[in-house]
T-cell receptor
C-alpha cells in the first residue's frame, strides 16, 4: 500500500512564526504536491515538485516556499505565518506515468 | 467562472436509492476526469476515473462523461449510510510542462438509514 505521512495532524502557531510542514512518501513517486483545503473553495494547489530539487508554483504560492532535498520528502514552509493561512494542508504524491494522486492524512494548521 | 463546479449540497438520499452527483468544467481541452471521496476529517481517496465519453461502471459506482456538454457525473446505486461523505470532482488540464489537476469544491452526500 502507498503510504503518505505528514508530520503533524494538528498544529497551532502564532502570527509571524516560521512553520515547517513535512511530508514523506514511501513509494518512490516522482511527483509530490502541497494543497490547502478550505470550506467552499476545495483543494487549491500551492506548490508541486516533479523531481528532487525541482519545484513549481501552483495556483496560490504566495507566502509559502517548499524544499525537496530527497525524493521521498517534500516540505512546505510558511516563512511568516499569518491568520489567513489557517487551513487544512494536504500533501499528495503521484507516480510519473499515472494520474492517481495519493493523499496524506492532512495537517490542520491554526495561526493565532 | 470556476474551472470545476459542483453543487455543494448537501444532497440527501434514503438508503437504497440512487445518488447522482454532478460536475461541470470549463476547459474544453480537459483529458481525464476523477471522482474522489473524502470522509469527514480524512483525506481524499480516488474512487473512479474516466477518460472517454460514455459510462464507466465499477460495482455500485458509475461515472458518466459528456465532453460536448463539459459535464461529468457520478451515480451511486443502492446508496448506503457508509457512502455519506464529500465527493470531489477533479479534472486534468494541459499546461506547460504537462498537466495539472483542478479540484471542485465538493458535494456533501448524506445517505439516511
Amino acid at each position: 500500500d502507498v503510504k503518505v505521512t505528514q508530520s503533524s495532524r494538528y498544529l497551532v502557531k502564532r502570527t509571524g512564526e516560521k512553520v515547517f510542514l513535512e511530508c514523506v512518501q514511501d513509494m518512490d513517486h516522482e511527483n509530490m504536491f502541497w494543497y490547502r483545503q478550505d470550506p467552499g473553495l476545495g483543494l487549491r494547489l500551492i506548490y508541486f515538485s516533479y523531481d528532487v530539487k525541482m519545484k513549481e508554483k501552483g495556483d496560490i504560492p504566495e507566502g509559502y516556499s517548499v524544499s525537496r532535498e530527497k525524493k521521498e520528502r517534500f516540505s512546505l514552509i510558511l516563512e511568516s505565518a499569518s491568520t489567513n493561512q489557517t487551513s487544512m494542508y494536504l500533501c499528495a504524491s503521484r507516480p510519473r506515468f499515472s494520474y492517481e494522486q495519493y493523499f496524506g492524512p492532512g495537517t490542520r494548521l491554526t495561526v493565532t | 467562472q470556476k474551472e470545476v463546479e459542483q453543487n455543494s449540497g448537501p444532497l440527501s438520499v434514503p438508503e437504497g436509492a440512487i445518488a447522482s452527483l454532478n460536475c461541470t468544467y470549463s476547459d474544453r481541452g480537459s483529458q481525464s476526469f476523477f471522482w474522489y471521496r473524502q470522509y469527514s476529517g480524512k483525506s481524499p481517496e480516488l474512487i473512479m476515473f474516466i477518460y472517454s465519453n460514455g459510462d464507466k461502471e465499477d460495482g455500485r459506482f458509475t461515472a458518466q462523461l459528456n465532453k460536448a456538454s463539459q459535464y461529468v457525473s457520478l451515480l451511486i446505486r443502492d446508496s448506503q449510510p457508509s457512502d455519506s461523505a464529500t465527493y470531489l470532482c477533479a479534472v486534468n488540464v494541459v499546461n506547460t510542462g504537462g498537466f495539472k489537476t483542478i479540484f471542485g469544491a465538493g458535494t456533501r452526500l448524506f445517505v439516511k438509514a
